[in-house]
T-cell receptor, first 114, second 118 residues
Framework: DTGVSQDPRHKITKRGQNVTFRCDPI?????LYWYRQTLGQGPEFLTY????????KSRLLSDRFSAERPKGSFSTLEIQRTEQGDSAMYLC????????????FGPGTRLTVT | AQKVTQAQTEISVVEKEDVTLDCVYE???????LFWYKQPPSGELVFLIR??????QNEISGRYSWNFQKSTSSFNFTITASQVVDSAVYFC???????????????FGKGTKLSVKP
């Protein structure tokens, strides 16, 4: 399977705990995006990488959120001191380039903060 | 400001009916891209089509067709002879260069939930 993969698929955590999600993009894709989707809404952009460089972060990405993409391969998204409002589906997507290229999405990680 | 509006929250049709999903967008850029994605009950977003702002030709792919009209800032999606497997949430999305550098992040509408009943 050469699509985008994400791990874990589901995560339940208690408020205040830290969580980390992983995304493995399609191998030849140099762009990697993170989005968040809440119930009944479209995905909202969080951040993106061009190879290993994080080039943009949305206002939605508070200081408790951090993302990395070491060596321009897989990426991790960490949320520290989780809050109930962080409960959402976290989606990863990859593409060959910028706006002209379609993004391919992974299955997402559903986070529930209790 | 960039914005995508999908005014239809939910649509229900009977199999074999045609259905059109509306999408209206806002952008100040002259170069932009429009996309449609399908999100079936399994949850994974599936890419359907990309269209750039300089190409207003309509496109047909099997039972799917897309109508892009810059004059009305619309990019509507029609499914002909709908099938139960078409049941999903459909998202329209915009990518422009508001922030420069060909950022490429997608701005999504809220989606339209399509239910096709047998």
């Amino acid at each position: 399977d050469t699509g985008v993969s994400q791990d874990p698929r589901h995560k339940i955590t208690k408020r205040g705990q830290n969580v980390t999600f992983r995304c493995d993009p399609i191998s030849e894709h140099n762009r990697l995006y993170w989005y968040r989707q809440t119930l009944g809404q479209g995905p909202e952009f969080l951040t993106y990488f061009q190879n290993e460089a994080q080039l943009e972060k949305s206002r939605l990405l508070s200081d408790r959120f951090s993302a990395e993409r070491p060596k321009g391969s897989f990426s991790t998204l960490e949320i520290q001191r989780t809050e109930q409002g962080d409960s959402a589906m976290y989606l990863c997507a990859s593409s060959l380039g910028g706006q002209a290229y379609e993004q391919y999405f992974g299955p997402g990680t559903r986070l529930t903060v209790t | 400001a960039q914005k995508v509006t999908q005014a239809q929250t939910e649509i229900s049709v009977v199999e074999k009916e045609d259905v059109t999903l509306d999408c209206v967008y806002e952008t100040r850029d002259t170069t932009y891209y429009l996309f449609w994605y399908k999100q079936p009950p399994s949850g994974e977003l599936v890419f359907l089509i990309r269209r750039n702002s300089f190409d207003e030709q309509n496109e047909i792919s099997g039972r799917y067709s897309w109508n892009f009209q810059k004059s009305t800032s619309s990019f509507n999606f029609t499914i002909t002879a709908s099938q139960v497997v078409d049941s999903a949430v459909y998202f329209c999305a915009l990518s422009d260069d508001t922030y420069g550098g060909s950022q490429g992040n997608l701005i999504f509408g809220k989606g339209t939930k399509l239910s096709v009943k047998p």
